[in-house]
T-cell receptor, first 115, second 112 residues
Framework: AQSVTQLGSHVSVSEGALVLLRCNYS??????LFWYVQYPNQGLQLLLK??????LVKGINGFEAEFKKSETSFHLTKPSAHMSDAAEYFC?????????????FGTGTRLQVTL | DGGITQSPKYLFRKEGQNVTLSCEQN?????MYWYRQDPGQGLRLIYY???????QKGDIAEGYSVSREKKESFPLTVTSAQKNPTAFYLC???????????FGPGTRLTVT
């Protein structure tokens, strides 16, 4: 069984400040991990993914995440927040199934960016 | 452009009526998925399909039904048996062995 815990349902940062969104996972197999972003009333867009290659993964819009097996974490960071980063962010873990691999999502973190 | 289409964007129904949500993809993906999203609960898997004419229940399948007659299409029916149908519904697809899923824009269903 797999699970994802996102610490903090709401995070607020000032424009230009560091963004840190936390994700911890539990998985019975070596995990494949994902971060998705969702803008209001829209679908989810993939930010980045970890699939057992480099532990530091770079994604779109300046985001990156580091896989830490010892801490079972996959936190999302961005050095300098922009107003356009305000959205909801979801961490997910894959069951690494066959043709269809099921994703288990965290409950999401809403990022607010203030001036 | 390749992608996933969900229609309509907003849907309103009276309680007791069945309603079908459309999902079409032109990505040539084998697998398709339906999720339900409620505030503060993330996304929960309703049904998924690996190939045409085959589908499996997800974590919250009760009150829903699906069909997969064509590779491109995976419609979801919300039946009158679903106790709390008002939600945001998202369709996704993936290619075999890719693990990442691509999402459509979603349909917001309101039942009164």
């Amino acid at each position: 069984a797999q699970s994802v815990t996102q610490l903090g349902s709401h995070v607020s940062v000032s424009e230009g400040a560091l963004v840190l969104l936390r994700c911890n996972y539990s998985s019975s197999v070596p995990p494949y991990l994902f971060w998705y972003v969702q803008y209001p009333n829209q679908g989810l867009q993939l930010l980045l993914k970890y699939t057992s290659a480099a532990t530091l993964v770079k994604g779109i819009n300046g985001f990156e995440a580091e896989f830490k097996k010892s801490e079972t974490s996959f936190h999302l960071t961005k050095p300098s927040a922009h107003m356009s980063d305000a959205a909801e962010y979801f961490c997910a873990v894959s069951d690494r199934g066959g043709t269809a691999s099921k994703l288990t999502f965290g409950t999401g973190t809403r990022l607010q960016v203030t001036l | 452009d390749g992608g996933i289409t969900q229609s309509p964007k907003y849907l309103f129904r009276k309680e007791g009526q069945n309603v079908t949500l459309s999902c079409e993809q032109n990505l040539n993906h084998d697998a398709m998925y339906w999720y339900r999203q409620d505030p503060g609960q993330g996304l929960r898997l309703i049904y998924y399909s690996q190939i045409v004419n085959d589908f499996q229940k997800g974590d919250i399948a009760e009150g829903y039904s699906v069909s997969r007659e064509k590779k491109e299409s995976f419609p979801l029916t919300v039946t009158s048996a679903q106790k709390n149908p008002t939600a945001f519904y998202l369709c996704a697809s993936s290619t075999a062995g890719s693990y990442e899923q691509y999402f459509g824009p979603g349909t917001r269903l309101t039942v009164t």
